[in-house]
């Protein structure tokens, strides 16, 4: 058994849950989340703002902390948003440095990136962090990184893994990505065809393990190998594909927003027109962690389980399901 000690937040949760009986056969596991769920390891209802999170480190005695507590589903509240996703990853690095843990591994996102139409076709880990201001979710991911990067600075002694996942999906995955593909067609506004990168959640719990393990440190994004376009997962699923012009679903959506019908507001239609899509080659090669299923795969895999549809891949003309040879890093090709 290993001497680690490890605090999972968001412990109740999917991820944190399964990853916490993972973990729990190698070493010691405490969590922490604001609901209570039966769990095989110790769980402490308790918020990441709680000024007592670092008492509870150092009664624990930990020595490794796994951030995954966050705003699952964003809605209207920006500012309780902000608290959590923000304020909480600061309380949580906070606590760290007061309890003397050594090891901190946070889950941020591709979202980080931002939505924009000059990003590289492929993004390494090396380019800009813009965010949108629009999105909450992707905004505050951002933030978040650049508080990060002010900690390393400050605080050398907490080794930091940081992984940006892609869009995750699984078996039971239920997301604003999985309502995409649950209804009866596949929406590409402005016929923009960008493509999506996928990540199995067994490959998001498997990457961590490994990182917590292996006491690794550095940024990597966490994706699948290769990419599908609305195109193709449009014939994937046997749906149609419908491209409506992008103005007009930003007046959809605006009534629907205005009516509190939606939560998506008009300026976030550019979540589909300009997807970031994700380079894994760091992940591989410099982390050492070889994702188990492709993006198509994944999707695939999702598509069985989760929409109770078999995909058959080897005929399905898949075009982009291979990853670049050539990693990205920036606007540069290396």
């Known amino acids: 058994m290993s001497e680690k000690r490890v605090l999972i937040t968001g412990a109740a949760g999917y991820v944190g849950g399964q ?12 969590g922490v989340d604001i609901v209570h769920r039966d769990v095989p390891f110790p769980l402490f209802v308790m918020d990441i703002c709680d000024a007592a999170l670092a008492e509870l480190m150092r009664a624990e005695r930990i020595t490794h902390v796994v951030h995954l507590a966050s ?5 209207r509240d920006r500012a309780r948003e902000y608290r959590i996703d923000v304020e909480g990853t600061r309380n949580v690095l906070d606590a760290c440095i007061t309890a003397g843990v050594t090891h901190v591994t ?40 650049e508080m990060l990067a002010e900690y390393r600075r ?19 995955t239920n997301s604003k990505i999985s309502e995409l593909f649950a209804g009866r067609s ?3 506004p402005g016929a923009h065809n960008s493509p999506f990168v996928f990540i199995w959640d067994q490959d998001v719990i498997g990457a961590i393990e490994y990182g917590v393990v292996e006491d690794a440190s550095g940024i990597y994004n966490l994706a699948g190998d290769g990419a599908l376009t609305p195109q193709e997962i449009a014939r994937l699923l046997g749906k149609p594909l ?20 939606g939560n998506v507001q008009p300026a976030q239609v550019m979540f589909l027109q300009y997807r970031p899509v994700l380079l894994n080659r760091r992940l591989k090669d410099e982390l050492g962690y070889r994702p188990r299923k492709t993006s198509a795969e994944a999707f695939a895999f999702f598509a069985k389980e989760a929409l109770g549809i078999d995909v058959d891949l080897e005929s399905a003309r898949v075009t982009h ?5 050539i990693e990205v890093a920036g606007d540069q090709a290396a």
């Open 71 to 75: 705003v699952v589903s964003p809605g």
């Open 154 to 172: 400050r605080h050398p002694q907490l080794k930091q893994l940081i992984f940006r996942p892609c869009s995750i999906i699984g078996a039971t």
């Open 19 to 30: 990853l916490g009986e993972l973990l729990g056969r190698q070493m010691s596991v405490v």
């Open 242 to 261: 419908r491209r409506p012009p992008v103005w007009l679903l930003k007046l959809l959506l605006g009534i629907s927003f205005k009516l509190r019908l």
């Open 186 to 188: 596949i929406i590409d």
């Open 321 to 325: 399901a291979a990853t670049p040879a």
């Open 106 to 145: 946070l889950t941020s996102s591709g979202a980080a990136y931002g939505y924009h139409e000059d990003s590289p076709v492929w993004l390494g880990e090396d380019h800009p962090l813009r965010g949108n201001p629009e999105f909450a979710y992707s905004d505050h991911k951002r933030l978040v990184e």
